[in-house]
């Protein structure tokens, strides 16, 4: 008998669900633009953790490790990188047009 109720596989799951759950709280009620950017990095990385999950049950189960999800990882965190360096410009430069200081930097 295991002392801990989950394997380390199920734990992991249930915190990539609970980072998918809190990213779409935030990207859906949240109003600040760079508070819905953090919330959407937050979404992005519980899916990733979740891809992780995948791919480790399905060599648990015996099958040959499958190099797919972990290179879909790889690659979803370098355009989510990517992605995140041009949404931030895009903010800063609204804020700019706008007036208001949206990025909640100086000058």
Do not use: H, K, W
Not at 51 to 68: K, L, Q, Y
């Amino acid at each position: 008998m295991s002392l801990a109720p989950f394997d380390a596989a199920t734990l992991f799951g249930l915190m990539g669900a609970i980072l998918v759950g809190l990213g779409l709280y935030g990207v859906v009620l949240l109003e600040s633009f760079l508070r819905r950017l953090l919330a959407f990095n937050l979404l992005g990385g519980g899916v990733f953790i979740l891809f992780g999950v995948v791919a480790r049950r399905g060599a648990g189960a015996g099958f040959s490790g499958d190099p797919v999800p972990q290179a879909l990882v790889i690659t979803g965190i370098v355009v989510a990188f990517c992605a995140t360096a041009l949404a931030i410009t895009l903010i800063e430069r609204l804020g700019e047009e706008d007036g208001d200081d949206a990025s909640g930097g100086g000058s």
